[in-house]
DNA sequence: TCTCCATATGTAGCCGAACTACATGTAGGT
DNA sequence: ACCTACATGTAGTTCGGCTACATATGGAGA
């Protein structure tokens, strides 16, 4: 997978993940691992800061847990960050129909 | 449809555009239109770039034309083109079925 | 004991592709 | 004369994901 495939989807990917569970990050690496089939591999450096953005946009909050004697970051979709989800569906639905119509099953025809 | 979504999938889009037909960078654009059925509206400072760094690549080559007084470049396949343009589709493929596993249908069921 | 790995979080700085904005020129319609 | 569509192109910005690094605990194994 080239590196900037995720570019603008990334988002939508975390957003997902949280929906229906909190986790930390280390645990949202792993579930996106598992639910993509291991295509997925993100770097830490590329999620916590995602995750604080999100923070930030007040799309997931935090809370600090000690689990084990690990200090474990749990996050949660905020209800702002549900909407954010559907928009995010919506959006990956309308991208992959845009390019799935220009990529099509082959050459196309020249017009009669 | 956010800026950043086609990010990495640019050379697939065009590489596609031009499976089957030659067709200079105006004509790349407004195929793009109406094979995405209107959702991609690509302005010029992003594909006539593209097409130069694809070019120096070898995926594609052109010519100039003189069609009724105006200048064309016009942009064809090459063969290594032809077989990028394979792998852009089954990277394209593999990417959306990641991003479709993450995303799933709704929430995820805590395991049990 | 010491080492190594998995767990767990985080920052600084780089890279580069797509975008914005601009520049140039022809043809045709009003 | 003016505007729009056609047609190509460059300069510079933006910014998000990546690389590399820093930190710390717990447990397994040599």
Redesign the interface.
Known sequence: ?????????LD??LL??L???ALHGYAIIEA?QQ???G??DLPTGTVYPALRRLERGGLVASEWATVGGRQRRTYRLTSAGRKALAG??T??R??????D????G?????PA
């Open positions: 997978m080239k590196p900037d495939a995720l570019r603008g989807h939508a990917l997902a993940t929906d229906g569970a996106l639910r993509s089939g295509a997925l995010e569906r959006a990956w309308e991208f992959t129909t845009a390019i119509g220009v990529l099509g082959g050459p196309w025809p020249t």
